[in-house]
DNA sequence: ATATCATTCAACTGATCGGATGAATGAAGA
DNA sequence: TCTTCATTCATCCGATCAGTTGAATGATAT
């Protein structure tokens, strides 16, 4: 019954440093090098090199080689599923809200015609 | 630029385990004490009860205390935020490759101007 | 007051995270 | 060959995570 959790679980991990966000919009906008998307960032280019492997564990990217840069790419499917989970969710929410709300406005459309007596109409 | 990375991280952080995802779909469907929560676990109630903190630290739940028992309730909110910073990362991906396909379609129009209608049959 | 119940708090463990540093790799250019 | 460059690998660190067990809390019923 879940949906392949673990992919989830990557993502969502992947996602939830602002570093590593910030890499994934720079990587969307062009393939980048390591060292170009490192430099606006005050760590190591260690560090950042771990964080392109956690984007990439989560398929958000991939590692091409060639020459001696190693170019990093953008992949939008993984982001889709974990979409796809948030607006299932959202929108079994909302749904639900509706549903109150339409039973609201039931009780009282019942209520307000004038049928405010004590047997209720039938 | 950056917009509350904080929140985001630990709504995704909060939505990264398998687990919570599953304890917030419960609760969603209706407020939950945390033994009701805990039940179709094989984890101990005390780690269902940090798993709760986890999704209580996000917003993305709260807690009520009545009587003897705690009554956990959907938040929605940081839900919201965690889906639009997917769907602008998404779209401005697809807004790429759009106008990628427009870029196509301009040099392949360019390139034959009358010639194209019987050339090709794939 | 005491017992009971639902839950949290506190302390501990092993695993993973985010980071630093220094050595190793691999390919090109001298 | 030896050097240089871009990047990763290996190791270490402190912090946090996910889980356990046992004690503490807070409210009610006896």
């Known amino acids: 019954m879940n949906e392949e959790t673990g992919i989830l679980d ?19 906008r062009r393939e980048s090098r390591v060292t170009e ?3 606006p960032f005050a760590i190591s280019l260690n ?14 990217v991939r590692r091409r080689r060639a020459w001696r840069e190693h170019w990093v790419s953008f992949n939008p499917v993984p982001l889709d599923e974990a979409a796809a989970w948030i607006e299932k969710t959202r ?3 909302t749904a639900r809200l509706d ?24």
């Open 10 to 28: 990557l993502t969502m991990t992947a996602l939830a440093h602002p570093t590593r966000r910030a890499i994934l919009q720079r990587v969307m």
């Open 37 to 39: 998307l490192a430099e």
């Open 47 to 60: 560090a950042v090199s771990k964080h392109i492997s956690v984007l990439e564990r989560a398929g958000l």
């Open 91 to 93: 929108s079994f929410w």
């Open 99 to 122: 549903a109150l709300d339409a039973l609201l406005k039931a009780e009282d459309a019942a209520a307000s015609p004038q049928s405010q007596r004590k047997g209720r109409r039938t």
